[in-house]
């Protein structure tokens, strides 16, 4: 889901630096840099969160997810929620996993799609509405370049730049022009220069390879960024700049950079998660501060978290379970940094939880943890970064 996005951490000559797996910065499947395995407990280069589950990729490219399971989201092949990371298959040749509300998606090195979990709406898009406990494969394409699980509907890019959506259509949220539920995956539109998607819980935004910004989907809340609250069923250009670097969406917001490494955010604003100072929605695109070195956004359900080009970690919005990481409860309403540290690579923010990869390729979560997606062996919220 918007709210869950992919990154890579990659390592080369002891030197630590980062590749967005994006929807969310459109970088292809296959430029992944392989690691050389660190030291106990430095495995890990992907990270994923879901609402209430987390997926990760360690450097051996085998697949962990840990958290709530009551669909088979984890893809252990039951429905027992997981307290610490558990071993997904025995595939090594995961890079890259995107985690939704209630399923879960991946892309293999071979650019296969496999997904799993709830079905419901058939986003899993296997033409069928039944839920799956394991990976399984969509199609039998082998041109599958970026995936992205919304709450009940999938979309992904191939190699040839066209962008596929299936699943709940309710809204308008896959694109196509209506409000039908596909069940297997279908192309949108005719364009073949998608760079980016991403979908957010009943919206969808991308970017083309011309930079320009693309939404459509829910708008209740202005999530669409056309400044009304009119739903869209295609996709539907945001303003007429073309310098969108990268686009993600959270719940019922969503925020994006620009090639200048400025930020900007729009829709529901309740608990401040726009970072803008107030709780006022907004129903355009709106910068945040004066910072130009944004490197990664991920917005959560009620919260953002991002990371700047000097390393370090900021969050904001609802911070009720301590998803923002500052050891308190307190909200915020304004991007907030998280500790002193600055070697964090990507965040994922889930639903009220957040998961992290610092340099080192460590991994770190914090925040609720009532189905164990924290990864640390219980059912105990905590308040600041903890190591898994």
Not at 63 to 81: K, M, R, S
Not at 232 to 258: K, L, M
Not at 332 to 338: E, I, S
């Amino acid at each position: 889901m918007s709210y869950r996005r992919t990154f890579l951490v990659s390592i080369c000559s002891s030197l630590a630096v980062i590749a967005l797996l994006l929807t969310n910065a459109g970088s292809s499947a296959g430029s992944t840099h392989r690691l050389t395995q660190p030291s106990t407990g430095r495995v890990w280069m992907a990270l994923n969160t879901g609402a209430n589950h987390t997926c990760g990729i360690r450097v051996d490219s085998s697949l962990w997810c840990w958290g709530y399971n009551g669909n088979g989201q984890l893809g252990l092949g039951d429905t027992a929620n997981r307290y610490v990371p558990f071993r997904v298959g025995s595939a090594t040749s995961w890079t890259q996993v995107n985690a939704g509300s209630n399923h879960t998606c991946g892309i293999r090195r071979d650019h296969s799609l496999w997904c799993w979990g709830y079905n419901g709406y058939g986003q899993l898009g296997f033409g069928n509405t039944q839920t799956q406990y394991i990976p399984k494969r969509v199609g039998r394409a082998y041109d599958w370049d970026q995936v992205n699980a919304g709450e009940d509907h999938t979309c992904a890019t191939r190699t040839d730049s066209t962008l596929w959506c299936w699943g709940d259509n309710g809204n308008g949220q896959l694109g196509l022009g209506d409000g039908s539920n596909r069940y297997v995956p279908v192309r949108v539109g005719r364009g073949s220069d998608w760079a980016q998607v991403n979908t957010g819980a009943y919206h969808s935004c991308a970017t083309r390879t011309d930079l320009t910004l693309w939404c459509w989907g829910n708008n209740g809340e202005g999530e669409l960024g056309l400044g009304d609250t009119g739903n869209r069923y295609i996709p539907t250009r945001v303003g007429r700049a073309s310098d969108w670097r990268q686009v993600t969406a959270g719940y019922y917001h969503t925020c994006a950079s620009r090639t200048d490494s400025t930020l900007w955010c729009w829709g529901y604003n309740g608990y401040g998660q726009l970072g803008l100072g107030d709780t006022s929605n907004r129903y355009i695109p709106v910068r945040v501060g004066r910072a130009t070195n944004w490197a990664q956004v991920r917005p959560g359900l009620y919260h953002t978290c991002a990371i700047r080009s000097d390393g370090t970690l900021w969050c904001w919005g609802y911070n009720g379970d301590g998803e923002l990481g500052l050891g308190d409860q307190q909200s915020r309403l304004v991007p907030t940094r998280v500790g002193r540290d600055i070697d964090w690579a990507g965040a994922s923010s889930g639903g009220n939880h957040t998961c992290a990869l610092r340099t080192d390729a460590t991994l770190w979560c914090w925040g609720y943890n009532n189905a164990g997606q924290l990864g640390l062996g219980d059912n105990q919220n905590r308040y600041i970064p903890n190591r898994v």
